[in-house]
């Protein structure tokens, strides 16, 4: 077989596209997130076939936009912007270009330019009538997600990699879909499609930098998948994880429903037997206290490390206890455990009459 056969043969095509974006078919319009790397040329080209099969077949099909995030961090990527937008045009797909604006942080530049390109993509769609985001993640950068998070000492919920949807903030309460469908799919496979095709594609050099945890962590899978652990495996392991995430929460869900029903007074106070909280796995029960610290907290999401061990401090009380944890004070007394808005931090005044 000649090497030009070998790309074809594991270019993605027809079926298999279908099979991708399937379930897809009916909605008025997608935006694709095209950066012009290699996964994402491939997602603008294979979607740009799949609509095209979809029109022939059902006689309508999704409208497609292709949207470029110019984060304006590299001299280059105007040029980018402009080799995307000449591909879409032969591809016969509307493109647009929009800019990362304002001061850029001096440190967190990759999470704060991932928030940025989220937010304009949705507020893109938005504009355009349209409640999906497609992006190019692969079978790859899951194995990258479930290393980095495991690096990080992530609990369950991080081990599970990243979700095929989920929903993502466009502003005004406004909800957009951010959709995977490439995540089954390896960046080889993406790249041997662009070649059959003839498609030709830039990197971010910042995907080399290994001054980036992610870049570190790409250069070591050649010789963890030596050792059995290669990106099929650690995706298997975050659809396993996935898998027991569900049936953990649906346990959380129960054990609300018998100790704490519902509805929650939006401020609280949520309380429940102590006992009978004491009584419940160590998994379920700190899930339970962490819905709460947040429903009636106003600091946002639970610091895992923090709820293990206010936790830990609850279970081995022999005494009342109270504790202040993300706007919450949770306490331990009387047979009961209960949820509540910590009261107001004190001000502390200073000499000189500065608080």
Known sequence: MSKSAGIADQAVRGEEASALFSGLEGLRGLVLAVSGG?????LLVIAARWAKAVKKELKRAPELIAVTIDHGLRPESAREAAAIKRLARRLKVPHRTLRWRGKKPKSGVQEAA????????????????YEHVLTAHTLDDQAETV????????GLTGLTGMAHALPIPAGEDTAIFLVRPLLRISKARLVA???AAGVRHSEDPSNRDPRYARTRLRA???????????????ARLAARMRRAEATIEFA????????????WPQRGPIACDAVQFGGLPAEVGMRLLGRAIVHVGDEGPVELGKLE???????QARA?????????????GGGQLTVEPAPPRRRVIHRGGKS
């Open 38 to 42: 290699s996964d994402s040329t491939a």
């Open 147 to 154: 290393l980095f998070r495991l690096a990080r000492g992530s």
């Open 193 to 195: 499609t662009l070649k």
């Open 252 to 263: 959380v869900a129960a054990a609300q429903a018998a100790l704490a029903p519902g509805p």
């Open 220 to 234: 070591m899978m050649t010789e963890l998948a030596r050792e059995g652990l290669d990106a099929q495996g650690l």
């Open 309 to 315: 061990t206010l936790y830990e401090a609850l279970r």
């Open 320 to 332: 009342p206890l109270r504790r202040t944890l993300a706007g919450a004070l949770v306490s331990l």
């Open 114 to 129: 991932r928030r940025a390109r989220y937010l304009l993509l949705a507020q893109a769609a938005a504009r355009a009538g």
